[in-house]
């Protein structure tokens, strides 16, 4: 079975530029959230949608952005790139939106280098 | 959300057990220890997850005692494999803010030849 996919793996942009990154949850799953990696420190929240609607979102600026598809897939949209919007972008895929004592499945990430 | 402990980094090598422990003194009654190991550049994987007492797998064993406030992370008998970074999360599993996972800095374990 697939798990997690995400596209494309790595990306350069610059400043300014507009970035749009997409991930398909595991077949089955409805929920799908964002996290951010920045070097050398956890994963932060930035967004989840269950059911194609956004049911949570982290403390990110309006720049960011993301809309989930009836097939369960998500894009990430983030405008107006800043040098500090360099970092791993994560998906994770779960079957709830609420933890209900499931683990969450993540991808192997987009690694966005602003220049 | 409780906010957790943990050491910055560990050391060990080939074959020991390796025991990380997390502390999370502000946790509250319907939040669950959750444990995840993340390699570079990959996700996140989830390891275990307990409410209170031992919970185990196949990968490792998760102590959590009576009050709580702290839990611990058992990798028995490491390999370099297990070179990694661990993240403890400590989380309301059914509330309305279960969605999102609130990972800290985690410990950085290195194992050693």
């Known amino acids: 079975d697939a798990g997690v996919t995400q596209s494309p793996t790595h990306l350069i942009k610059t400043r300014g530029q507009q970035v749009t990154l997409r991930c398909s949850p595991i077949?089955?799953?409805?929920?799908v959230s964002w996290y951010q990696q920045v070097l050398g420190q956890g994963p932060q929240f930035i967004f989840q949608?269950?059911?194609?609607?956004?049911?949570g979102r982290g403390n990110f600026p309006d720049r960011f952005s993301a809309r989930q598809f009836p097939n369960y897939s998500s894009e990430l949209n983030v405008n107006a790139l800043l040098l500090g919007d360099s970092a791993l972008y994560l998906c994770?895929?779960?079957?709830?939106?609420?933890?209900?004592?499931?683990?969450?499945?993540f991808g192997q990430g987009t690694r966005l280098t602003v220049v | 959300l409780a906010k957790t402990t943990q050491p910055i980094s560990m050391d060990s090598y080939e074959g020991q057990e390796v025991n990380i422990t997390c502390s999370h003194n502000?946790?509250?009654?319907?939040?669950?220890i959750t444990w995840y190991q993340q390699f570079p550049s990959q996700g996140p994987r989830f390891i275990i997850q307990?409410?209170?007492t031992k919970v185990t797998n196949e990968v490792a064993s998760l102590f959590i005692p009576a009050d709580r406030k702290s839990s611990t992370l058992s990798l028995p008998r490491v390999s370099l494999s297990d070179t990694a970074v661990y993240y403890c999360?400590?989380?309301?599993?059914?509330?309305?803010?279960?969605?999102?996972?609130?990972f800290g800095s985690g410990t950085r374990l290195l194992v050693r030849p």
């Open positions: 994770a895929s779960s079957y709830h939106r609420q933890g209900r004592g499931t683990e969450a499945f």
């Open positions: 077949s089955g799953h409805k929920s």
């Open positions: 949608y269950y059911e194609k609607e956004e049911r």
């Open positions: 502000n946790i509250a009654t319907n939040d669950y």
């Open positions: 307990g409410y209170k």
């Open positions: 999360l400590v989380g309301d599993m059914y509330g309305d803010s279960s969605y999102k996972l609130i």
